[in-house]
């Protein structure tokens, strides 16, 4: 049984932030649809920043989660979170070239091997950040490693009188 990195697939957020990206770049390149354009500004700043050259687009803020989700918001934090190289200078970049690089981009952001260990015979894989799992599962884990030790420690001290 293959896994998805194995397929080249992304991960479903990866997909959906890649798909966000993709409209984002079609929409600031060809400035159709114009309801989505309108929405897209770029961030304008009152003097000189060395992010000035990168390109970024302007977010109010959404106040809800819920409100995050709408393309007004999600397009320009998607977009800012891209590499510069991707958003530098797109008018010059085609289509097909900008979301190759930017499935690239995605895949090694999914599937990065400084943070996943594959071994190839077993197909376990093991994670190496401890951010990147679960805090709720770490304190489960933590809870259960400490009932063990009382319980060792219990039954030790009952053996020996």
């Not at 989700?69 to 979170?81: G, I, Q």
């Not at 770490?138 to 809870?143: A, D, G, P, V």
Request: net charge positive.
């Amino acid at each position: 049984m293959q896994n998805i990195a194995d397929l080249h697939w992304l991960p479903v957020m990866a997909r959906i932030n890649s798909k966000i990206a993709f409209l984002t770049f079609t929409t600031l390149t060809t400035k159709r649809p114009t309801y989505l354009s309108e929405l897209l500004q770029f961030r304008t700043t009152p003097r000189l920043l060395r992010s000035s050259d990168r390109r970024l687009l302007h977010d109010a803020g959404a106040k809800t989660v819920f409100g995050g989700r709408a393309f007004c918001h999600a397009a320009p934090s998607v977009w800012n979170s891209l590499l510069p190289q991707l958003t530098a200078d797109f008018n010059c970049v085609f289509l097909s070239t900008f979301k190759r690089n930017l499935n690239t981009h995605f895949y090694r952001l999914s599937f990065n091997p400084s943070h996943v260990t594959v071994f190839p015979r077993l197909r376990f894989v093991f994670i190496t950040d401890i951010w990147r799992v679960n805090s709720c599962v770490i304190i489960t884990i933590i809870i259960i490693i400490i009932i063990i030790i009382i319980i060792i420690h219990h039954r030790l001290t009952v053996i020996r009188p």
